[in-house]
């Protein structure tokens, strides 16, 4: 079950949090977050999340790397939601 969803500065749905691990819409593995920080699974910086479900990027970051991360596979949307 998703534990967060979140959406776009711009106020586009993105996608949902299970665990450490953010899925879009779809259930396609983004990447997972280090504190409020989330990384792609090339280990790339995607961004953070900022005011309670928001996902920003801040470009000055972009440059920051973590390992790569496995994918993992998610359930889809509707199944995650129960919608």
Do not use: P
């Amino acid at each position: 079950m998703a534990d967060k969803h979140y959406w776009t500065w711009g106020g586009k749905y993105f996608g949902y949090r299970v665990g450490d691990d953010l899925f879009t819409l779809r259930g396609r593995h983004a990447g997972r977050f280090y504190g409020d920080e989330v990384y792609g699974v090339d280990g790339q910086s995607l961004g953070e999340e900022k005011n309670d479900r928001r996902l920003i990027t801040d470009k000055s970051k972009r440059a920051r790397k973590k390992g790569i991360i496995a994918r993992r596979r998610s359930a889809s949307y509707e199944l995650v939601t129960g919608s």
